[in-house]
């Protein structure tokens, strides 16, 4: 199908991400499936059709823009780690400055945790690993690929600044500046950040073992 299953991959892509959450179809599905199980299907389901894109991609015909060189493979293979622990220290977390927060009225300033290095941490771990996997698939259909999700990251996380600025008004601002204040490191880490680490090794030791069998390429040099 070549070019035309990697559009069309785009295309559900995004209408799966977009149409769902709007708020007339979302609160549909939460008042069929629970808030919780509109949520697992939302993830399942951008799961599904994700592992479909990037196998799209590869179907696609191979146009190359750059020559691949064997240290290429050590960029995605050094930035997922820090990817890894982004996401298992940010999921499930108190965020209320950006998407997937969990507990948002819990959230401590003083003790923001991840968000203190990042608002939208699960953007940036996206932007890193979309980043990191172009520089060693150098055809147009990967470039595309990983291009625009990095895009989206970046610019997704402008779009939602100004979107929970104008909900929060000025708690938005307040809690911000509370925030600010907290410092970058916590010299004593909690038992359950310390089980957040151990969980983000653990993704990542899982994500090599299963890429050969996922995609069909070994991330291992």
């Not at 003083?110 to 520089?135: D, E, F, K, Q, T």
């Not at 680490?197 to 030791?205: D, E, P, Q, S, W």
């Amino acid at each position: 199908m070549g070019w035309f299953e990697f559009a069309l991959a785009y295309v559900v892509f995004f209408l799966s991400h977009s149409l769902p959450v709007r708020p007339p179809l979302r609160a549909w599905f939460q008042a069929r499936l629970g808030a919780s199980g509109f949520t697992l299907a939302y993830s399942v389901l951008s799961l599904a059709v994700l592992a479909w894109l990037i196998g799209a991609a590869g179907r696609a015909p191979h146009v190359p823009l750059w020559g691949w060189a064997p240290w290429q493979v050590h960029v995605p293979l050094t930035v997922m780690g820090p990817v890894c622990l982004i996401l298992a220290l940010s999921i499930g977390r108190p965020n209320p400055f950006s998407f997937g927060g969990a507990r948002n009225d819990q959230f401590d300033p003083a003790r923001p945790g991840i968000v203190r290095w990042s608002r939208h941490p699960l953007l940036a771990a996206l932007a890193l690993w979309a980043a990191a996997h172009v520089v060693p698939n150098g055809d147009l259909a990967h470039v595309i690929l990983f291009g625009t999700f990095a895009a989206f990251a970046v610019l997704g996380g402008r779009l939602i600044d100004r979107r929970k600025r104008r909900e929060m008004g000025s708690e938005w601002q307040r809690l911000r500046a509370a925030e600010k204040r907290a410092p970058l490191l916590f010299l004593r880490a909690s038992r359950g950040t310390l089980a957040r680490l151990v969980a983000g090794t653990v993704l990542y030791a899982a994500l090599i073992w299963v890429h050969p069998v996922l995609f069909g390429v070994s991330p291992l040099p």
